[in-house]
Structures are given as C-alpha cells and as structure tokens.
C-alpha cells in the first residue's frame, strides 16, 4: 500500500521525508538524542543525518510492504516534526499489529501523542480492518501509559521484561485495544 495522509486539523501525519522540500532528519536526530527518548525507545540509535535518512528510508520500504505503516507527526503549518506514530508487527490476514509512537520534545505535553495515535487507531480498525491492536509500555513511562489510556487501550495480565535504554530491565505493560 501507498502512504496515507491524515489531516487532523492541529497535527498532519504523512510519511516521514528526506528530500528536497522537507527533510525531517535533523528532527529525527534531535528526537532520538533527547534522553527521554533514549531511556524509553531503545532499540533505535540515530546519532546523525546518515544514520536517519536511512531510518526514513527504512519506514517507507516497510510501508510499502506492509510491514508496518508509518507516519510522521508533524504540525499542519510549518511541517515541523512532532514525532512518529505507527503500526508495527502488522498481519493485515489476522488483522492484528502494535502500535508505536515516540513524540520528539517540541511535540510534548500537548496532546501530540494522544491525538496522533487515535488517528492511526481509526486508520487500523476502519481503513485497514484490524481487529486488535496491541501497545506495550515500560512500567515506568507514565506519559505513556496516559496516552494509551486515553485512546482505549485496556490492560491485559500479560507483563514482559525488557531492557531500557539505560540498560536497567524493567517490566514492560501490554495493552489491548480492540474493533468496537
């Protein structure tokens, strides 16, 4: 599948760029050398342009494979990069995935990531046909945890253990938010 646009009004997703009419890689280098992004999103290291343009390249492949879908949050006026929401893990047969999100610092504490991942919840369970939609947290990550409170994620007695960015193992909380 192509990738889908959303306007949202105050937020704009849309596929992550690196071309000549927006480049989001200084965003993503920034977004993922913040430490709070570090600590909770530790499986990407972007430490410089190189390494994020293929990041951004990376997502536009796993798009188009269905894969995972993608897209970059970003404010509907300036195009400035909020963050990233997505929908990872997808098997569009078992119309299952997991959602993902990080906000980079200038995206925080003003819904960016709530409202972002709603639409994407929408796109899952209305565009695409999902079925159920995981989200896993660390324990710790309270804005996390608001966020998926605030989209319907309702806690399952399933708990992980995974290491964080730090590299302390902490336990990580899976949600489930399913088709009403």
């Not at 893990?89 to 972002?116: F, K, M, N, Q, V």
Request: net charge negative.
């Amino acid at each position: 599948m192509e990738p889908v646009e959303i306007n949202l009004g105050l937020l704009y997703l849309r596929a992550l760029r690196a071309d000549d009419r927006i480049d989001d890689r200084p965003a993503v280098v920034e977004g993922f050398a913040d430490p709070d992004t570090r600590r909770w999103v530790p499986n990407y290291r972007i430490d410089d342009l190189a390494t994020a343009g293929a990041y951004i390249a990376r997502r536009a492949g796993e798009w188009v494979s269905d894969l995972r879908y993608s897209w970059a949050v970003a404010d509907p006026f300036t195009g400035e990069l909020l963050g990233e929401v997505g929908l990872k893990e997808l098997d569009l047969t078992g119309g299952t995935a997991e959602a993902a999100i990080w906000t980079h610092p200038a995206g925080r504490r003003r819904g960016t990531a709530s409202r972002a991942l709603a639409a994407a919840l929408r796109f899952g369970f209305g565009a695409i046909g999902l079925e159920r939609v995981l989200y896993k947290h660390f324990a710790g990550n309270a804005a996390s945890a608001r966020v998926a409170e605030k989209c319907g994620f309702q806690l399952t007695d399933q708990v992980e253990q995974a290491a964080r960015g730090d590299g302390a193992e902490e336990q990580v909380i899976v949600r489930i938010a399913t088709r009403s």
